[in-house]
């Protein structure tokens, strides 16, 4: 038996084309903050992909999984949806007037009373998450379909961002990008990566982003447009 504790994310490779394949299921992108969610000791704690607590700020969230097992850490996206039931990344930033329209997208558990479950395939990990999951007005399960083709409609239909594919043989690889999960984005634009910041007074004074060429991450521009300072302070809290 193991001890819940902060586990780093895996992360998706963003590719030009949906992999497609009885091997594969496929998911909504979402767009958010990823969220790690660690039960032990009869105590829920949020925290973002960098490890920052967000308790503070999110607490309804902890409490609407309190009902988790102990010793138990769930992977998903917090995101706050707009009126058409798209994911809002700009309404998140706005937490506190947005309470009723954040939601907690769960994808997948890596712990499960005490039983560490990234070495088990993706299939058993989302059939004990299905189980285990406590559903209610901030926590749902995120919707899989074993159809490339079914999602790629429904998405497009509704103006969201992407599909997020996952092969259902897949293990949990911490802090990895190894393409066994990927990402494909409906929309034109370029996808960037906020690799780090230069700092400044409210936090940062601007946001390096890059771009993956393959599977190396390259330099593209600094970010300091946009940005007001009640801002730069909110996204430097999720870094």
């Not at 895996?10 to 969220?35: H, N, Q």
């Not at 700009?90 to 506190?96: A, E, I, S, T, V």
């Not at 990008?177 to 780090?196: A, D």
């Amino acid at each position: 038996m193991v001890k819940a504790t902060f586990i780093e994310t895996m992360d998706c490779l963003a590719v030009a084309k949906i992999p497609t394949g009885a091997e594969f299921s496929y998911e909504i992108k979402l767009d958010g903050y990823r969220l790690e969610a660690v039960k032990t000791k009869g105590k829920v704690t949020l925290y973002s992909r960098r490890r920052n607590i967000l308790n503070e700020k999110f607490g309804y969230i902890a409490d609407a999984l309190r009902d988790l097992p102990d010793e138990t850490i769930l992977d998903g996206e917090l995101v706050a949806m707009d009126e058409n039931g798209r994911s809002d990344f700009n309404l998140l930033q706005n937490f506190r007037s947005a309470q009723l329209k954040i939601h907690y997208y769960a994808f997948d558990v890596l712990v499960h009373k005490g039983r560490r479950l990234t070495d088990r395939p993706l299939s058993e990990r989302r059939e004990i998450l299905a189980r285990i999951l406590p559903l209610n007005a901030h926590v749902s399960l995120s919707v899989a379909d074993s159809s490339a083709e079914n999602m790629l409609t429904f998405v497009k239909a509704h103006g969201l961002e992407g599909i997020v594919a996952k092969r259902t043989d897949s293990i949990y690889e911490p802090g990895l990008r190894t393409g066994s999960w990927s990402k494909y984005r409906i929309n034109l634009g370029q996808e960037f990566v906020i690799g780090g910041y230069t700092p400044g007074t409210s936090g940062f004074d601007a946001l390096i982003v890059g771009v993956y060429q393959g599977r190396k991450l390259m330099f593209a521009a600094r970010v300091r447009a946009g940005f007001v300072p009640a801002t730069r302070r909110e996204v430097f809290a999720q870094t």
